[in-house]
């Protein structure tokens, strides 16, 4: 590449960073538009970003603020993440009566934290500091691993006898008799595989969903599994692993091709319990679909892969991000589907419902 082509891939790395679902496919078609107009000349730079690297009219604040910040050279891309300043409320409580024949004035200072309120609110309306705050706040989740009892018995101070030790205790005592020893079946981590719905209508939670991936994979590398659905299915599992979030998330960016696309949930889904699923992937797994149900393909479809799902999962969950929303009904024809087949249907719109998620799954 040349040196202004790196600079217009840094340009791009610089919009991914601050939040736009720039993909590998974009920049080479941000690339080609440049070089099909003059990359000496702002306004064909501006335009063809724009038109190749915006997803939509949301992102265009945000395009516009990492613009100026990379080519005005008055500070780096990477500082368009600003920290929000906590908010301080302050009530004034008038007091109508006197104490000690004296009249007083007081106010009361409620100060509410920002953080708290931050974790509460719908990722989609966030903006670009607030979700900066909020790729932070990511990493106070604690995740725990569901378990399963494990095949194997191990030493234990209670439960089965166990002959063949005792035996060998009593042997080493020549006879004399001893204590009784015992064993139990321990436990293992359980399976957990995320499904990642990364269509066109969950982009805006298309990154906080893989940056929750991205906590559960570092908390259980061995034993999670993170898949993409959209048009296709794409295994993203080894780019998560890395510790880096962001670079994590950018790695896994340039792997999907078919961000912010269609969906076609029955297809990707009967391609997953072909390819995975039936060799053992999601068998006895806790299984997480998060979508929010839009099938453009035939639902019956996929009602019967959700069906064929359960009859190999452990436990199938369904995140929606609409379901902790005031007046929500699952009347969309994909929900109508698979609902029969679930066993939880869980929120998934704020951080503190991804945390109920983690409670949902490590009691699976």
């Not at 024949?101 to 609110?121: C, F, I, K, P, W």
Request: aromatic residues 6%; charged residues 25%.
């Amino acid at each position: 590449m040349t040196a202004p082509d790196l600079a217009l891939a840094g340009f791009a790395s610089a919009l991914r960073h601050a939040g736009l679902a720039v993909t590998a496919d974009r920049v080479h078609l941000f690339l080609r538009a440049v070089a099909a107009l003059d990359a000496a000349v702002a306004a064909d730079v501006y335009w063809a970003g724009r038109a190749a690297l915006c997803s939509g009219p949301d992102d265009t604040a945000r395009y516009d603020e990492v613009f100026a910040a990379w080519f005005s050279g008055e500070r780096s891309g990477r500082a368009v993440r600003r920290t929000p300043t906590s908010t301080t409320v302050q009530a004034a409580l008038d007091v109508d009566e006197a104490a000690d024949g004296e009249d007083s004035d007081r106010s009361l200072n409620v100060s509410a934290s920002t953080t708290e309120v931050l974790r509460h609110r719908d990722v989609a309306e966030l903006s670009a500091s607030d979700r900066a705050e909020l790729a932070r706040l990511f990493g106070t989740l604690r995740p725990r691993s569901p378990v399963r009892r494990a095949a194997r018995r191990r030493p234990s101070h209670r439960g089965d006898i166990d002959p063949r030790r005792t035996l060998r205790a009593q042997l080493r005592q020549v006879g004399e008799p001893g204590r009784v020893l015992y064993r139990r079946r321990g436990t293992r981590p359980r399976r957990v595989v995320l499904l990642v719905d990364v269509s066109g209508s969950m982009r805006p939670y298309a990154d906080s969903l893989l940056r929750l991936a991205h906590t559960l994979v570092l908390a259980a590398p061995r034993s999670v599994e993170v898949f993409t659905m959209g048009t296709r299915l794409t295994r993203v599992t080894p780019a998560l692993r890395h510790r880096d979030p962001e670079f994590a998330l950018r790695l896994a960016g340039d792997v999907v091709p078919d961000w912010s696309g269609g969906t076609r949930l029955g297809e990707v889904l009967k391609v997953f319990l072909d390819r995975w699923g039936q060799r053992g992937t999601a068998r006895r797994a806790v299984v997480v679909v998060c979508s929010d149900g839009w099938e453009r393909g035939d639902a019956s479809l996929l009602g019967a892969q959700l069906e064929r799902l359960a009859g190999l999962a452990h436990r199938v969950v369904w995140l929606n991000p609409h379901r902790g929303k005031p007046g929500y009904m699952p009347v969309q024809a994909g929900i109508v589907a698979v609902l029969p087949h679930l066993d939880d249907l869980v929120a998934g719109h704020s951080l503190a419902s991804f945390a109920d998620l983690l409670k949902v799954v490590a009691d699976a």
